[in-house]
């Protein structure tokens, strides 16, 4: 078998005749017992790709092997072999979570008495005992989610997809689903994660993929990525518009991508942060430009894609998002 | 992992279980949404107290006390609105993206609309002794043998079931389980009210009754009415049973095609 659990070769996916293309070619190898990320912003492609490694879509070209499996020729065999939970938490709000689990291991073709044993395992490990007989809809949204996540470990996959496992919960319920998957990974599952988090493929994912309009634009451990985007942002509020277009200008050669200017606020990506703010500041000053704000931090999702693209990530979102499904007005409940 | 060749006999028998599983699930919902049990239950029994006393002394039946006449119509105008059932189910399984989430499972393919038919027919099922207990509370009295009694509830519990394959396809082609109910509205209408469910066809103007006499609704509830009393019915048994097979051999795989398209 294949050292990769997952291994796509140039996958393209267009919907409505071709005018919409959601994938322009995306070859991937995911490599066993890690998570891997998916990176980018909303329409980029991340949910479509996810869509067509878990036999929900057939790839209008290219092909991808699932677990060894050919995704469109052994579509039974990778849907044995593989979880899938997401942002959606398509969980059955009319059953209880104990039902929940258990028909979806029913539906795996498990034994009902180990399919209830299984169930009630997993509502224990995920902290949903005491909620295990209430039904669905009286869950919140971190409970939702955990739910549909223990349904999709009850046949204990040795792959499992992820798609936006943490888009919408508040921050104590992303930090719990973050040690059930760190915990998963431990067991040795393998885990192809999507997200629009930074922060989130950052402490997950050993390798990443970053998106834009259905293409890897970069790839690499985070590690690599954060190098090749440049460690830090050096924010620089000015006292105008006039002296922040100046101010950039007059610094531009503090790093080696040209600064984003808006309004009175210049964004520039540096690999040395406190050594470049304080040159920037210096010869700022000298100049008699007032600087009234400086900020260092860590590059944001909209860092790297302005970086990788030249244009935002909100951006992104303008392209018209995938199929009908999302226009049947599915609701996310978060 | 290793993939075994799955023989024919072991995937037949997946797919009837797959297909228990989710009609299991199905009946679960019904019984603990009380909107859709009310649906159910209570509006065919409002219907039966509203035409036996209030519409039904003013309607003549020659041959059937009018309750007789009534009750069999009732039976078949409920099995008919719980094809309803299925559009609505299908729809909002769609909406919810559940039907998606099942395809990434290695389950039968058919399992999901064979759940919903096969949910709604023992709903039917259950519908059928509710009607016929509230019948006999009201004066029901059917001059029938026991045993036409029994083939006119299997009549219909055929038809319903195939009929509820086309309105399976409503559901799926609908965008939300709104729009599916009230797709059906205009179908489910003139089928139950233009026919011999509540009156006599003779009572209609001759143009209508063309259409009230030969409609599927009609025939059945013929035939429903025919084998409980004990009387003659025509042919109407058989045209019952040839629609019903002209529904399930049209409308069954479309539906199945439309399914295929959107899941």
Redesign the interface.
């Known amino acids: 078998m294949s050292d990769f659990a997952v291994e796509a070769l140039n996958i393209t996916r267009s919907f409505k005749d071709g005018e919409v293309k959601a994938l322009g070619g995306v070859s991937l190898q995911v490599p066993r017992g890690e998570v891997f990320g998916l990176l980018g912003p909303n329409g980029s492609g991340k949910t479509t790709m996810v869509r067509i490694l878990s036999t929900i879509l057939k790839p209008t070209s290219g092909s991808a092997t699932v677990n060894g499996f050919d995704v469109v020729k052994q579509a039974d065999a990778v849907r044995r072999s593989i979880g899938l939970a997401g942002q959606y938490a398509t969980v059955d709000e009319n059953l209880t979570g104990f039902e929940n689990i258990r028909m979806v291991g029913l539906l795996n073709h498990i034994d009902k008495s180990v399919s209830s044993r299984r169930s009630h395992e997993l509502l224990e490990q995920f902290g949903l005992t005491d909620a295990g007989n209430r039904i669905a809809k009286t869950y919140s949204g971190g409970m939702r989610r955990r739910l549909d996540l223990a349904a999709a470990l009850v046949a204990q996959p040795p792959l499992l997809f992820l798609d936006e496992p943490t888009t919408g919960l508040d921050p104590q319920s992303r930090q719990d689903l973050w040690s059930i998957i760190e915990t998963l990974v431990e067991g040795g599952t393998t885990v192809l994660l999507t997200t629009q988090y930074l922060e989130e493929a950052d402490r997950l994912a050993k390798q990443l993929v970053v998106l834009d309009h259905g293409k890897i634009i970069a790839q690499g451990t985070s590690q690599e990525l954060k190098t090749q985007l440049g460690n830090t942002v050096l924010s620089l509020t000015f006292a105008s518009t006039d002296d922040a277009r100046r101010g950039a200008e007059l610094v531009k050669d503090i790093s080696d991508k040209p600064a984003n200017i808006e309004g009175t606020v210049v964004d520039f990506t540096v690999a040395r942060g406190p050594a470049s703010a304080a040159d920037a500041l210096r010869r700022l000053d000298a100049s008699g430009i007032t600087i009234a704000g400086l900020a260092l931090r860590e590059p944001s999702l909209d860092d790297v894609f302005l970086n990788l693209t030249g244009h935002k990530a909100e951006e992104a979102t303008e392209t018209p998002v995938e199929p009908a499904k999302k226009q049947r007005g599915r609701k996310a409940k978060a | ?1 290793s ?1 075994t060749t ?1 023989s024919k006999r072991s995937r037949l028998r ?1 797919s009837i ?2 297909t228990l ?1 989710i009609a299991k ?1 199905d009946l ?2 019904l019984v ?2 009380p909107t859709t049990l009310v649906f159910a239950v209570i509006q065919p029994i409002m219907f039966v107290v509203l035409f036996r006393y209030v519409f039904g002394g003013a309607i003549k039946t020659p041959g059937n006390s009018y309750v007789n006449f009534l009750i069999p119509g009732i039976l078949v105008q409920t099995t008919i609105f719980g094809a309803v059932g299925t559009a609505i189910g299908l729809a909002e399984d ?5 039907i ?8 039968a393919r058919m ?1 999901v609309m064979g759940g919903r038919t096969v949910a709604d027919l023992a709903r039917n099922l259950m519908v059928i002794v509710v009607i016929t207990i509230v019948g006999f509370l009201v004066g029901f009295r059917p001059t029938g043998s026991f045993v036409s009694y029994i083939q006119a509830c299997l009549l219909m519990l055929l038809f319903a079931y195939c009929l509820s394959w086309g309105f399976a396809f409503i559901g799926l082609a609908a ?2 389980s709104e729009a599916a109910q009230a797709m059906t509205f205009p179908l489910i209408f003139p089928l139950t009210f233009a026919s011999s469910i509540f009156v006599p066809v003779l009572s209609m103007p001759s143009w209508l009754q063309v259409f009230a006499r030969n409609q599927p609704v009609s025939q059945a509830a013929e035939a429903v009415r025919g084998l409980m009393n004990g009387q003659p019915h025509g042919n109407s048994t058989w045209m019952t049973l040839i629609y019903a097979v002209i529904a399930i051999a049209l409308l069954g795989p479309i539906a199945t095609a439309k399914y295929k398209k ?1 899941a």
């Open positions: 992992m993939v799955i997946w279980s797959d599983t699930r679960i919902a603990r949404i769609l909406q919810k993206g559940l998606e989430r099942f395809r990434a499972l290695p389950m399992a965008p939300n959107v």
